[in-house]
């Protein structure tokens, strides 16, 4: 089984196509008029230059009447138009920005919870917690404050440049030896700040990795007293994520005293020259000091634009990252005109099955297994002989790769996934509760199951009385993957929670391997319960539990190797003969 074959990356017009299709699109009104109110500002701030010529000829020099009065009224009513509009953009900017957080985060998990679990496997859980978290803030400054004040400020510098032009076009034209020279500092270190993006992004992914690992393995870390080797993994990651923010961070403070400086020894040698041509007469005061506002404000624009240019770098880096993650395809989907698997008798079949993991040997050959309504069939064998993965085919957490496997006939692959799932529950070893109560947790398969309902579910668990011991009775938290429950509690929880499912078909996985002894028969009375009257398949490491199963498959290197009842199979004297008279040996010597 092959992975799917990567996607060329996407140019950088592509980005910003889909960005503006998919986030941009839906609130386009409200982008519309932050983008209006950004032009207004860089309207506004061109006009406030403008008027200076006139005013200060009007009020310094030609001493014009009513000019007291005007010309600070005009300039107060431009700032407070100005001021009115920044308020607006910035307003929605935050609203359009955090508004395409959200989409990000919902989208990228969406895709990331439907994923085949193959995919998810190929990277540490932490990599997606950073894309989710990361990831999505970079574009949002890009795709809101980067597009729309990187408008502004262009716009601004537009309108400053037109009022120069205005006063004095011999002039203006010597600042046209600054653009070139602006215009490559912005690229070069744009370049560098998309490349500190990216290294960040990477280390941002492996930090989440390693704080993760250290959190889930905090036993192992503490019985083995590596508390300092996990610190001083962590301060590693964190010294390379911080040498490639210390990167980006300087190569957009640098960026701006760049662009600042080139333009600052251009307005001296321009403040030179228009004050020769000002005594010389060809130039009034008034233009003279409008000239000098204006290439400040354009001055002060350029830089900003340099700061959103490195802004826009990292948001481009972000978003190849996030739709690289979302453009990935599952292998286990549907097929076209897929219909509901029906109730029926849910005989499960193998038919020369095969499968092996992407880039892996062969996991399973050849297999072949048939289960009946009401039967209890059992996988045993050696560690790592494939019973695991013959229990993953049958939901379609992988699909095989030769061979089939049916359901009362019908091929699952042309069924629904959600008619599959609906069909079967699953109990394993070291099942999974999530950080809720006890109540969300049992009716998790079924969210609208009365209260009554999940009651009669845990009784037949053997749960309702530790649970209405417990200080909240079912309204008790049980803390991260259930760690304030003991093994047996969390085991009788999942068995409730299969018991609400009611499905037909029973999947167990070594349910009752790692509990102690009292809790076993507790588990085990509960399973044999859950059991009657469905379609079981169990794995199960100790022999002792399969004896009263209809048939038993025994599994080794992804082959069925013998197959029969415990009495026929300890007759026969073959793999699982030995298996079982190990076993009893490991018994009488710890007895």
Known sequence: MTGPTPEP???????????????MRPRWKAWTCAMLAAIAVAVLSAKLVQIFEPAINDLLVNHKPGALVMVPLTIGALAIGRALAQVIQASLVNQIGNAVVGDVQVQLFGKLVRADLAHLRTQHSGAYVSSVLYDASLIREAATSGVINYTQHALTVIGAVTVMVSNDLLLSLTLVAAAPITAFIMRRFSKKTSKAAKGAMAETSALSTAIMESLDGVRVVKI???????????????????????????????AAPATELVMTLITAAVIAYAGWRSQSGAMNVGA?????????????????????????????SAARRLFAALDVEPEVREQPGAAPLARGETTIAFENVGFAY???????????????????VALVGPSGGGKTTILNLIPRFYDATAGRVTIDGTDIRDVTLASLRDQIALVTQEPFLFDDSIRANIAYARPAASQDEIETAARAAAAHDFILSLPAGYDTLVGEAGARLSGGQRQRIAIARAFLKDAPILLLDEATSALDTESEAQVQAALARLMAGRTTILIAHRLSTVRGADRIYVIDRGQVVETGDHDALIKKRGLYARLARSQDLEAETAA
Request: charged content about 25%.
């Open 288 to 316: 003279f000091m409008a000239f000098i506002l204006a290439l400040g404000l354009a001055s002060q624009s350029l830089r900003q634009l340099s700061n959103l240019a490195t802004v826009m770098a990292e948001g481009m």
């Open 9 to 23: 990356e996407l140019s950088a017009r592509a980005l910003i196509a889909r960005i503006a299709g998919v986030y």
């Open 224 to 254: 083995e007293n590596r508390e300092s080797y996990e610190e001083a993994r962590v301060a590693e990651v964190v010294q390379r994520r911080q040498k490639h923010l210390v990167k980006g961070a300087n190569a957009r403070a640098r």
């Open 358 to 376: 992407a880039g892996g040997p062969p996991t399973l050959r050849d297999v072949t297994l048939e289960v009946h309504r009401g039967e209890t």
